[in-house]
């Protein structure tokens, strides 16, 4: 039986109809509107007026369509033609970004466009840059993005959100700690419980990866507070992903995996499936951790799909190294070795973090080969990329206190030891 229309709208029939005439007015197939959270299937039973779609659905969907959520939801302001930046949108959400870049790299050189138009079209682009895995042009273009006048609050927002990933994963946690304190004070400041949520749980990622796991246990408790007032799945599904991190650097895997799974859930369910990739990718590190080599490949493999052809290659990198860890469990040296080796490209643009343990992975390979000369260079070169608190420079510090100790220099390998005491006592969990 049809649900009664929303109070947002006046009339769940009409709705459907104005979706329709409007994606058909531009050639667009159901399919082609869809998107992760709002199947195609659930578009139809929404154009037939059996279903009322959420005022967050609406607003995505004018967003797709170029019109105004007012005129989908009532009928009135109508729709005036789609511009350029329009179609530019619409083109990279369903998926053709070639043509979506070129749309907004024109708009961004036109010196004779409003600096506001000039800002939308910079932050477009900066954002097919980032889902391309191409994190340092996307951080230029970003900047470039929130240096210009008039970006309208929602995008000046996914821009911070995104500038503030691509700082954490450079290691440069200050500028990501700063976007993000800004941004909550901001959401603070109007109310707005949904961005309040977000850059409460990004907040939290920072910190976390500054290594201050009590400030990021606060943010994340204030987080939870925040989600119980609200309904936005994929805010609460992003705030388990953030739990299982906490759980994951504090070395308690079971609290990880759980809580992993819970934001899994919610993803498969809204059909969220780049989001739902990752997920199975935190899994398979989880269980890599965990030393269960056979189940952080099924994980693996369920990302496949997803994340084994992407054009993200900063993602496709992280696969990569995950399963070359699983190798290295299984004692296949040789497949773990060619694995890590080709995600150093992938990922060592990108982010300090991951490059560091795929250097970390190598040398675990060459020590485990008894090359340990070799192992050595990798472990400091991998001490020398990791940021200054981060977990996995315990197993370079345990790595080259073991062949440091086989070498005789045994002072070298007490005092490599001590600064992974250190280490252990600032990060927390065990060694």
């Not at 159901?30 to 992760?36: G, S, V, W």
């Not at 496709?316 to 694995?339: C, P």
Request: charged share 30%; aromatic share 6%.
């Amino acid at each position: 039986m049809p649900r009664g229309p929303g109070r947002h709208v006046d009339d769940a029939g009409a709705v459907g109809a104005r979706i329709r005439a409007a994606r058909t007015r531009l050639g667009l197939s159901q399919r082609d509107l869809a998107f992760d959270g709002c199947s195609y299937a659930y578009i139809s039973r929404i154009e037939a007026g059996q279903r009322t779609p959420s005022l967050q659905v609406l607003h995505e969907f004018a967003r797709r369509l170029g019109v105004s959520a007012t005129y989908l939801a009532t009928g009135a302001d109508a729709p005036d033609a789609v511009d350029a930046l329009d179609d530019a949108d619409l083109a990279w959400r369903i998926g053709r970004d070639e043509h979506a870049e070129e749309i907004y790299r024109a708009c961004a050189d036109d010196r004779d466009a409003a600096p506001a138009r000039r800002a939308r079209a910079l932050a477009g682009l900066g954002e097919v840059q980032f889902d391309r895995g191409e994190l340092e042009q996307a951080r230029v273009t970003l900047e470039q993005a929130m240096a210009e006048t008039g970006l309208d609050a929602q995008r000046a927002a996914r821009a911070s959100d995104l500038l503030g990933r691509i700082y954490a994963l450079r290691g440069e946690q200050e500028q990501a700690l700063a976007i993000y304190e800004r941004e909550l004070a901001r959401a603070e400041g109007s109310n707005d419980l949904s961005e309040v949520l977000r850059f409460s749980t990004l907040l939290a990622n920072a910190v976390l990866d500054s290594g201050n796991t009590g400030r990021a246990q606060e943010l994340l408790a204030q987080a939870i507070a925040v989600a119980d007032r609200i309904d936005d799945p994929v805010g609460r599904a992003r705030l388990w992903w953030s739990q299982s991190r906490l759980h994951d650097s504090q070395g308690q895997p079971e609290l990880a995996a759980r809580y992993a799974r819970l934001a899994l859930g919610v993803l498969e369910d809204m059909e969220q499936s780049t989001f739902a990739a990752v997920a199975y990718l935190l899994l398979a590190h989880i269980e890599n951790e965990r030393e269960h080599a056979d189940e952080a490949r099924e994980w693996l493999e369920r990302a496949e799909p997803t994340l084994g052809g992407t054009q993200n290659r900063f993602h496709r990198g992280l696969w990569q190294i995950e399963r070359a860890r699983a190798f290295l469990l299984g004692g296949d040296y040789e497949q773990a070795a060619s694995l890590a080796m080709s995600a150093l490209p992938l990922v060592g643009d990108a982010s300090a973090v991951d490059s560091g343990r795929a250097y970390a992975l190598l040398a675990d390979v060459f020590n485990a080969l008894g090359d340990r000369a070799r192992a050595r260079e990798l472990y400091e070169l991998a001490q020398e990329t990791l940021p200054a608190i981060d977990r996995n420079l315990l197993r370079v510090y345990s790595g080259l206190a073991e062949i440091l100790e086989h070498e005789g220099r045994t002072d070298e390998a007490l005092g490599v030891l001590k600064e992974a005491m250190r280490l252990r006592q600032r990060v927390g969990g065990p060694g």
